[in-house]
C-alpha cells in the first residue's frame, strides 16, 4: 500500500510487529461498511461509474459473508498489514483491478477513525441491551420480594432495616446512570470522518455527507486534523465500562457475603457456582469473585488508552494503533460480565426468613424511636441522647428496645408512651421514611413502578437502536 517510496524491504521481525491484522480484523464489517459508504461518495462525484459501484458493493458484501463470521471470533489467518489492507486485497481478488479504484480519495487514518467509530457505536447497542436486561432481573426480583425486609449496612455494621426491593432497586438506579453514559457516549461520536483524508481533508471533491447518511452518523466531522486524531470515544467508551464494572463488583460482592454462611441471605445458583476439588461440601461464588476481578480489565484499558494518547501531537501517530485492542477486550469483558449479570441474578434466591430475622435483633429502630421523640418534641440531639443510653441499657440487660418495659424507657425521659412500642415495630421503622427515594413501603412500591417503566423504556430503545443499527452502511 506504500511501499513505491521505499528500496529496502522492511525488517521481517519489525513488519511482523508492527502489523494489527492479527486483531483489528475485528473491524471486518465496520470496514466494509465504511467502504460502501465511501463508494458511494465517490460515485457521487463521477469517479465510479453506477456499474462499477454495484460491482465494488457486491465485493464488499460477499466479503462480509464469507469472512464475518471468522472475522468475530479474530480467526482469519491472512498476511495482510491491517484490516484495510485485507479488504483491499480479497476486493481485487473478487474484481479484479478495479478494487484499487476504492482508495481513491481517502486515507487509512480517516478508515480506522471510522470503523473505530462504528465499532463502539454497536458495542454500545450490544451493552446496553445487556443493561437492560440485567436491570430487568434485579426489577423481577424486587417485585417478587414484595414486602421482605432486610439489614441494611454502613460501614458494614447493620444500620437499619430496608426493603430487600429498595436494596435491590439501588442497582436499578446505578445501571440506568450507565446507560445514559453509554447513550451520551454514543451521541458524541456519532460523526462521519469519511472524507477527511490522511490530515487536511480529501483532495476530491465528495460529498461528505452521503457517506455520513449511509452509515447512521449525525454529520460529517467539522475538521479534518481533530477527525484523524481523535480517540476520546474510545477513552470515554472505557471509563464508561469501567463504571458498569465497579457498580457490578459491588453488586458482586455484597452477593458474595450474604452467600456466605455467616450472613446466609442468598442462595447461590448451582448453574453459576462451581465446587471445590478438595472440599466436598464447598459450593463457591465463582461469578461474582470473577466479576470483581474483571474490573481490572476495565479499568486497566482505560488507563492503557490514556496513557496512549497522552501528549499525541497532531493528526495521527502510529500509537493510536494501540488503542485498538484494549477497547476489543474491554468490549467483549463487559458484554460477558453483563450479560451473565442478568441470568445470574434471575436465578438469585433471596432467603427473606434470615433476612427478617437479621432485622429484629441489634436495635435497627433506633433511628426510629429516636424520630419517636422528635414527635414529642424532643430536639433531635437530645432525643440521640437518650435512644442511645435506652440502647446500652438494652445491651446490659440482653434486650431490645421493643422489648423494654414502660416503666424502663421511662427512666430515659418521660416523654415515652405506650403508642412508642408501635412505633418501633418493623413496619412503622420502614415506614416512618416516608420520602422520595426512601425505604417506606408505598414509596418503594411508586419507587417499583417507575423503575420498571425506566428499564422497558432502555429495552425498547435499545431495540431501535439495534434495527436502526442494522440498515445503517447496508
Known amino acids: 500500500m506504500w511501499s513505491g517510496r521505499f528500496r529496502e524491504p522492511l525488517n521481517a521481525t519489525f513488519d511482523h510487529w508492527q502489523r494489527s491484522f492479527r486483531f483489528d480484523q475485528a473491524l471486518l464489517a465496520d470496514e466494509c461498511a465504511a467502504s460502501k459508504a465511501h463508494a458511494h461518495a465517490l460515485a457521487a462525484a463521477g469517479i465510479l461509474t453506477a456499474a462499477e459501484f454495484a460491482t465494488i458493493t457486491t465485493g464488499l458484501n460477499e466479503l462480509v459473508t464469507k469472512y464475518g463470521e471468522e472475522s468475530a471470533a479474530q480467526k482469519i489467518d491472512f498476511d495482510a498489514e491491517d484490516i484495510h489492507h485485507f479488504v483491499e486485497l480479497k476486493l481485487v481478488e473478487a474484481i479484479g483491478d478495479l478494487g484499487l479504484k476504492l482508495h481513491t480519495g481517502r486515507s487509512r487514518n480517516e478508515q480506522i477513525a471510522t470503523d473505530l467509530r462504528l465499532f463502539v457505536r454497536r458495542q454500545i447497542s450490544v451493552i446496553l441491551a445487556d443493561l437492560a436486561a440485567w436491570a430487568g432481573a434485579l426489577v423481577e426480583q424486587a417485585e417478587k420480594a414484595g414486602d421482605a425486609v432486610m439489614p441494611s449496612y454502613t460501614h458494614l455494621q447493620r444500620a ?16 440506568l446512570r450507565d446507560a445514559t453514559r453509554l447513550e451520551d457516549c454514543a451521541r458524541r461520536l456519532n460523526y462521519c470522518p469519511l472524507g477527511s483524508g490522511p490530515i487536511a481533508g480529501a483532495t476530491l471533491a465528495l460529498d461528505r455527507t ?6 447512521g452518523f449525525t454529520a460529517p466531522t467539522a475538521n479534518s486534523m481533530d477527525a484523524t486524531s481523535d480517540r476520546d470515544f474510545v477513552l470515554e467508551f472505557l471509563q464508561a465500562l469501567t463504571m458498569i464494572g465497579l457498580h457490578a463488583s459491588r453488586f458482586s460482592e455484597e452477593i458474595t457475603l450474604f452467600a ?9 445458583p448451582e448453574a453459576f457456582s462451581t465446587g471445590s476439588s478438595a472440599m466436598p461440601q464447598k459450593k463457591n461464588p465463582d461469578l461474582t469473585e470473577l466479576i470483581r476481578a474483571k474490573v481490572g480489565r476495565l479499568n486497566g484499558a482505560a488507563q492503557t488508552v490514556t496513557l496512549l494518547v497522552k501528549g499525541l501531537p497532531l493528526a495521527y501517530n502510529k500509537d493510536m494503533q494501540e488503542t485498538q485492542e484494549p477497547v476489543f477486550e474491554a468490549s467483549r469483558t463487559a458484554h460477558m460480565l453483563t450479560s451473565l449479570l442478568g441470568a445470574f441474578t434471575a436465578a438469585l434466591t433471596f432467603r427473606t426468613d434470615r433476612m427478617k430475622i437479621a432485622c ?5 429502630n433506633a433511628m426510629a424511636a429516636a424520630t419517636y421523640l422528635v414527635y414529642k418534641g424532643v430536639p433531635f440531639r437530645k432525643a440521640h441522647e437518650k435512644i442511645g443510653n435506652a440502647v446500652r441499657y438494652g445491651l446490659d440487660h440482653g434486650k431490645e428496645l421493643g422489648e423494654l418495659t414502660l416503666e424502663e424507657l421511662k427512666q430515659f425521659g418521660p416523654e415515652f408512651e405506650a403508642d412508642f412500642f408501635e412505633a418501633a415495630s418493623l413496619e412503622a421503622t420502614l415506614d416512618c421514611h416516608d420520602v422520595i427515594g426512601g425505604t417506606a413501603r408505598a414509596r418503594v412500591k411508586a419507587a417499583l413502578k417507575d423503575a420498571a417503566a425506566r428499564v422497558e423504556a432502555l429495552a425498547a430503545s435499545g431495540a431501535a437502536k439495534e434495527e436502526e443499527l442494522s440498515h445503517a452502511g447496508a
Open 360 to 364: 429484629e435483633i441489634g436495635y435497627l
Open 160 to 175: 437499619e432495616p430496608v426493603l430487600v426491593a429498595h436494596w435491590l432497586l439501588a442497582y436499578v438506579e446505578m445501571i
Open 210 to 215: 452521503i457517506a455520513s447518511r449511509e452509515l
Open 260 to 268: 456466605t454462611a455467616e450472613f446466609g441471605f442468598v442462595e447461590l
